[in-house]
């Protein structure tokens, strides 16, 4: 996952990005080329049995809730054969993922009402993934 917040050295918890994750039976590739120039593949391909997509959205957000919204808006434009291998999907996971800190305790990240409904809209989860702080992190 590449950082939202460049340039950031300190100890703070703060988020990260959000990933895009999809696994299915099919092949990927008709919907992530329908998703267009707005998201970034990190990857996409055979997994396992299946197939997986792992993608974040092209331009900066202002937050997990921006940018969900923001894959959200192009997941609803897509045309009906992607749609239908969006829905064929086994996973269909919003990946909010935030970097530890040694402060704040604690720290929130708002997710607003309008844009869970639109997650559940689009028969998609959120997951939060927390990664540690860095081994030898000193304030």
């Given at each position: 996952m590449k950082s939202n917040d460049s340039g950031r050295s300190d100890l703070s918890t703060h988020f990260?990005?959000?990933?895009?994750?999809?696994?299915?039976?099919?092949?990927?590739?008709?919907?992530?080329?329908?998703?267009g120039t707005g998201v970034d593949v990190l990857y996409f391909g055979p997994n396992g049995k299946g197939h997986c997509a792992h993608l974040e959205i092209c331009k900066r957000t202002k937050g997990a809730d921006a940018t969900i919204r923001e894959?959200?808006?192009?997941?609803?434009?897509?045309?009906?054969?992607?749609?239908?291998?969006?829905?064929?999907?086994?996973?269909?996971?919003?990946?909010?993922?935030?970097?530890?800190?040694?402060?704040?305790?604690?720290?929130?990240?708002?997710?607003d009402g309008e844009t869970l409904k639109a997650v559940a809209s689009l028969s998609a989860e959120i997951v939060i993934t927390v990664y540690p702080v860095p081994a030898g992190a000193t304030d």
């Open positions: 990260l990005n959000v990933d895009l994750d999809i696994y299915s039976k099919s092949d990927l590739q008709p919907m992530v080329t329908a998703l894959f959200c808006r192009i997941l609803k434009a897509i045309p009906e054969p992607a749609r239908e291998l969006w829905n064929a999907a086994s996973v269909r996971s919003f990946s909010i993922g935030v970097q530890a800190g040694k402060h704040p305790n604690p720290c929130d990240f708002k997710i």
